[in-house]
């Protein structure tokens, strides 16, 4: 979630905490209107910053495995989501190299691993720890 979708729902919680106090007019419109801007926001991806973090190439292996096999639950199904999602300018190259390692799998779903052996942990494991880490946020 990027900077700007927090400060947006923070304005909208915010304003409806408002209301709440003050059930008037003005502030059920000002709430609308906080409310309406945080669902318009587009979600974004920092595919820059991924690819800056990945130099054993473990996420761009995770993607090639995302393609070689079906997206049978909820978190791999929202992986490939990101991938859909408009990258801006900066990010537009980095984004590239992870829709090639997403589109290798789906081609070549057998040679993940050989095209990304410098990550040392296996595909379960990366997605055990994806698992953990969305069931235990705050760490």
Not at 9 to 35: G, I, L
Not at 62 to 79: I, K, S
Not at 106 to 116: D, F, G, I, S, T
Request: glycine share 4%; hydrophobic share 35%.
């Amino acid at each position: 979630m990027t900077e700007g979708v927090r400060i947006a729902m923070r304005r909208r919680d915010r304003a409806f905490a408002k209301f709440r106090r003050d059930r008037c007019d003005d502030n059920w419109v000002q709430f609308k209107v906080a409310r309406n801007r945080c669902n318009q926001m587009k979600p974004a991806v920092r595919w820059r910053r991924i690819l800056l973090y990945d130099p054993i190439q473990c996420a761009r292996y995770l993607y090639c495995e995302l393609g070689a096999q079906p997206p049978n639950n909820e978190v791999r199904q929202g992986f490939i989501y990101m991938l859909t999602l408009e990258p801006d300018e900066e990010n537009a190259s980095a984004h590239g190299v992870f829709k090639e390692a997403y589109d290798h799998g789906r081609l070549y779903p057998k040679q993940c691993r050989k095209k990304y052996p410098m990550c040392v942990f296996n595909e379960k494991l990366l997605f055990d720890l994806i698992y953990y880490l969305l069931r235990h946020p705050q760490m």
